[in-house]
């Protein structure tokens, strides 16, 4: 059973809301009560934000259903985790975060977003936790907005073209190149040449 699949997260899930687990291990108690609710997709949110020279790194479960996005998770702020289905795009959810972040003097650094997470209980597919990364404080909003719908659109995509969910989704973010690394040319072999002697 691995760390990263859904089985995994339901054996664990009542043990997550003990008071000694850390807040962000109730993210699957998340996936686990919404599991049975197969119109409401889910998919982590992970966030690493600088503050007073820390950084710091936080966890929620998006949500997609009816053509809104919004949020569940834990928090001591209650503007960092849940969040209404009311937002008409993901990159309109991503940025009230941002600006959420703002007011307790937290940059946000990076974005990661990772893909629909399975509703079989019993599966045991590993749950991508960042096939989206974003150096959001290196970017202008409009590029992230960009990279953002796209990466919606793929994700709607592979709800309507279910032939394509086995297809796997290249991880995107600023500066590096979508096209696979060319391999460097092998160094040219020098001739064999015979011993006279």
Known sequence: MGPGSENHW???????????QPRFCLDSVHRYLTNGQPSVERFPISFKTHFSGNYFHHVVLGIYCNGRYGSLGMSRRSDLMDKPLTYRTLSDLIFEFE???K????????????????????SFQPIEWKQL?????????????????KFA????M???KPSSAHSPMKERSRGKSLSPRRRQASPPRRPFRRDKS
């Open 158 to 160: 592979k709800i309507l």
């Open 153 to 156: 659109r793929d994700m709607r």
């Open 99 to 101: 600006d959420s972040y």
């Open 10 to 20: 339901r054996s664990h899930s009542c043990n997550a809301v003990l008071p000694s």
């Open 133 to 149: 990364v974003l150096n959001v404080s290196k970017m202008m909003r409009t590029e992230v907005r960009k990279e953002l719908e």
């Open 103 to 122: 007011k307790y003097l937290h940059s946000v650094k990076k974005v990661k977003i990772g893909l629909y997470v399975p509703h079989e209980p019993h």
